[in-house]
């Protein structure tokens, strides 16, 4: 009887950590809208120390303007190269001056330690024979490794008034790091899909909030081999219907290219398989079903981005309601007094889903949804005014066609800065995705402007 209740109370005590892994709340406003920052590719390296010192630099203070829920940085973080680029081997010199860089920019960010999440790139696990062997540095210097984040998946749920934002962070860099350029591929296994798949599925059946689902990785899924049954990553994520798949590796020369729709193409076989899909109903589609039990669309957004090595690039994601956006943010001249991120209407090109066009036919994500352009805005400096302005760009033509005034959002205890302007939406429907385009303007108190 004993025994029985101690196997009782111990799966009791297992089944939260197996179910929902660590959860995070998120105070304070707004509370519709929550960011995180990606970075990637850093490679630090003993030849190249301005990379380690311009992200020490540079990062610090922008996280604390920022002020992100979470900063996911996946993978390459040392290079492991040698001068001549003929030598590719761990160099614990280069882990030793990615700690310390980390260690300052956590001090300077004001952001707590257990808000980093750190992945494996290939670069990191080149002659590496064994996971926790000698040579294994990131298991040694990584901020996964000193929080004890073992294993290939690591997740975390980031919980506000109305919606949990599930990240799951998935290495599948090889068990066994050969030396460049032959582990140029990410290899999952059976056994890693699987356990995605659970991850992915944690609070399908245990929670009534909607969720969001984000999957961080190292490699783009083109470079991403299947499993030895046959099964990918891509079948895991459009299973789940992720949001988002960000990603790193290919660096700026292809980074900026790399924004690619998949959908899974049952019944829609009259679809592409990659395409960019306006929200607004073409004359030429279907119906939309907006009954309770019509099936939606299995599908996810792929997005690289551009890398630190060179092409000093961050990255800001953000999720407002449901709706994932980001912007890229360039250091290569230095920091930044403002930023901005447009977090509705999304860019109908690169960010919008069938899902999209679902809701918006059906007014399943609610009125308040649409009614006004929305963006946040991080500013070291005061701002005077914030104002959104709609441009007409049919073919031959170009005008204002709308300028308003935001408004932030005010609160006792805030985040970030959330700035809104009421719209006539439905005034802004058309075939095209790119008929009409949205642009925000910042201007600080030294009349300093910033547009995106």
């Known amino acids: 009887m004993i025994r029985n209740g101690l196997m009782t109370l111990m799966l009791m ?35 190249h120390p301005d ?59 004001g952001l707590d330690k257990t808000a980093f999440f750190d992945l494996r790139g290939n670069h990191d696990n080149f002659g590496v024979p064994a996971v926790g062997g000698a040579f294994d540095f990131f298991s040694k210097y990584s901020i996964n490794g000193q929080l004890g984040r073992a294993g290939y998946l690591n997740s975390v749920t980031l919980q506000t008034a109305d919606r949990k934002h599930l990240f799951v962070g998935v290495d599948t860099t090889m068990s066994v790091g050969v030396r460049g350029p032959t582990n140029l591929f990410g290899h999952p296994t059976d056994q890693l899909l699987s356990d995605l798949d659970m991850e992915l599925s944690q609070w399908d059946s245990q929670s009534k909030q909607p969720i969001s689902k984000i999957s961080f990785g190292h490699f783009p899924l083109s470079f991403s081999a299947t499993s030895r049954s046959g099964k990918s990553l891509k079948d895991i994520f459009l299973k789940h219907s992720v949001s988002a798949y960000v990603c790193g590796h290919l660096h700026s020369r292809f980074g900026k290219n790399l924004k690619r729709h998949h959908q899974l193409l049952h019944k829609f076989s009259f679809l592409p398989e990659f395409f960019q899909l306006n ?15 019509a099936p ?157």
């Open 13 to 47: 005590l297992m089944i939260p950590w197996l179910c929902c892994g660590k959860v995070m709340d998120v105070q304070g406003a707004p509370e519709s809208v929550l960011w995180v920052v990606q970075l990637s590719d850093l490679h630090f390296s003993v030849h």
């Open 51 to 109: 990379r380690a010192t311009d992200f020490t630099s540079l990062v610090g203070p922008a996280l604390s303007m920022i002020n992100p829920s979470l900063v996911l940085i996946t993978g390459d973080i040392t290079d492991g190269k040698s001068k001549d680029l003929l030598t590719t081997k761990q160099n614990e010199e280069e882990w030793v001056e990615y700690r310390t860089a980390m260690d300052n920019v956590i001090k300077r960010s």
């Open 279 to 293: 929200v607004h109903q073409l004359s030429s589609d279907p119906p939309v079903n907006c009954s309770t039990d």
């Open 296 to 452: 939606m669309a299995n599908e996810f957004w792929e997005w690289e981005m551009g890398d630190w090595r060179k092409s000093r690039a961050m990255r800001i994601l953000a999720i407002d309601r449901g709706h994932v956006s980001y912007v890229d943010v360039d250091f290569k001249l230095g920091t930044k007094k403002t930023i901005i991120l447009p977090t509705f209407p999304l860019d109908s090109r690169l960010m919008s889903t069938s899902s999209s066009r679902h809701e918006y036919e059906c007014h399943a994500a609610g009125p308040v949804s649409y009614d006004a352009i929305r963006a946040l805005v991080f500013s070291v400096s005061p701002l005077v005014t914030v104002t959104a302005m709609i441009y007409d760009t049919r073919p031959g033509y170009l005008s204002l066609v709308f300028e308003g005034p935001m408004i932030k959002l005010e609160h006792n205890t805030s985040r970030g800065d959330l700035y809104f302007a009421g719209w006539n939406y439905r005034a802004f429907e058309d075939p095209s995705p790119d008929r009409y385009w949205l642009q925000i303007e910042a201007t600080d108190f030294m009349g300093r402007s910033t547009f995106k």
